[in-house]
C-alpha cells in the first residue's frame, strides 16, 4: 500500500511506514498507541503491528484504530502474523519483544 499526502504545492508525499514487533505488550503496546495518536507529521504514517500472539494483535489493532479515530489522526493500521511481512518495505522498524512474546515466537520454552 503506497498511502501519500498532498502538499501545498501539489506534490504527493509517500507515507512513512513503521512497523512495530511486540505491540502486544501492555507495558509498551497502550504508551506507543497512545504516542503516535499525537503524531500529526507532514507525511501520512502507515502503522503495521506485529505480535506472536494473535488475541493480543487483534486486540491492539482494534485499541489503534478507535484511538487514531478519537484523536483525529488519519494513520493506517495493519496488523501481521508474520515479522517478515510486517517489516518488509518499512523506513522504520521499533522492536519491544518481551521474553513471552519472544517465546511464543520462536516456540522455545526456554527463554
Known amino acids: 500500500m503506497?498511502?501519500?499526502a498532498d502538499t501545498s504545492k501539489g506534490k504527493q508525499m509517500a507515507a512513512v511506514r513503521l512497523a512495530i514487533l511486540g505491540i502486544g505488550?501492555?507495558?509498551c503496546g497502550v504508551p506507543i498507541v497512545a504516542a503516535l495518536s499525537t503524531y500529526f507529521g507532514?507525511?501520512?504514517l502507515e502503522v503495521r503491528f506485529f505480535d506472536a500472539d494473535i488475541e493480543r494483535l487483534d486486540l491492539f489493532e482494534k485499541l489503534a484504530k478507535q484511538v487514531f479515530k478519537w484523536a483525529g489522526v488519519t494513520h493506517s493500521v495493519e496488523a501481521f502474523t508474520d515479522a517478515e511481512e510486517?517489516?518488509?518495505g518499512c523506513q522504520r522498524v521499533l522492536a519491544c519483544v518481551e521474553p513471552y512474546c519472544a517465546r511464543k515466537?520462536?516456540?522455545d520454552k526456554s527463554l
Open 105 to 107: 515466537a520462536l516456540k
Open 42 to 44: 507532514e507525511r501520512p
Open 2 to 4: 503506497d498511502v501519500t
Open 25 to 27: 505488550s501492555l507495558r
Open 86 to 88: 510486517a517489516v518488509s
